[in-house]
């Protein structure tokens, strides 16, 4: 199956500071990636869509502001949780479609907001 | 709406085969996927079903019936490994995107 990295895979922050996570399609080019939210015990929350070389489109309820997103290129995008808050502490996953229709999934980011 | 519904959680012993069920219903249908994920892990991807029918692949099987909005997948000879919750997700059509619905997921336990 494909490979998608994500970094870092666990990060521990003051709250107030933002944090930026990678993800990146390592031998495919995804014209979609999504980044998704997992609360302990709880489902997948997909928090946003977003395609190569637009803006991302974000679920109801996910501050765009808050959670930026780009996606410059084939192979990677980026997911920044600015001014985090002690409730923004979550497991973040991103995953990564090409011409397939599977998405595939990265490690996941484990963010913990003091 | 767009719903998922799966059980919560089974039960089965090494060596067995168990079926997990899921039932959906979606605004369009592109295909089903499941997924398996252990605890404090990613998911990551078992099978997809666009057609109807059986597609084997190694220990795991997935069926899909379209007409009947419904889904299993089976694992044979289960190992202790096999522990973990298994995802079934739809990809409907959302505007211009298309993205995974995903239901809650089964817990599986595999008992000695």
């Known amino acids: 199956g494909a490979v998608v990295s994500q970094h870092p895979s666990r990060v521990i922050c003051k709250s107030g500071t933002s944090v930026k996570i990678e993800c990146r399609s390592l031998d495919f080019q995804a014209t979609t990636m999504f980044w998704y939210r997992q609360f302990p015990k709880q489902s997948l929350m997909l928090m946003a869509t977003s395609n190569e070389g637009s803006k991302a489109t974000y679920e109801q309820g996910v501050e765009k502001d808050k959670f930026l997103i780009n996606h410059a290129s084939l192979t990677l995008s980026t997911l920044t949780v600015t001014s985090a808050h002690p409730e923004d502490s979550s497991f973040y996953i991103c995953?990564?479609?090409?011409?397939?229709?599977?998405?595939?999934f990265g490690p996941g980011t484990r963010l913990l907001v003091l | 709406g767009q719903n998922i519904d799966q059980p919560t959680e089974m039960t089965a012993t090494e060596g067995a085969i168990v079926q997990i069920n899921c039932t959906y219903q979606?605004?369009?249908?592109?295909?089903l996927f499941w997924y398996q994920q252990h605890a404090g892990e990613a998911p990551t991807f078992l099978s997809y079903?666009?057609l109807d029918g059986l597609e084997e692949k190694g220990r795991f099987s997935s069926f899909l019936s379209r007409s009947k909005g419904y889904s299993y997948l089976l694992l044979k000879e289960l190992q202790m490994k096999d522990s973990a919750s298994y995802l079934c997700a739809v990809e409907a059509n959302a505007g211009n995107n298309r993205k995974l619905i995903w239901g809650l997921g089964t817990s599986l336990g595999v008992n000695p």
């Open positions: 979606t605004s369009g249908f592109n295909g």
């Open positions: 995953s990564a479609r090409g011409e397939e229709e599977t998405q595939y």
């Open positions: 079903n666009v």
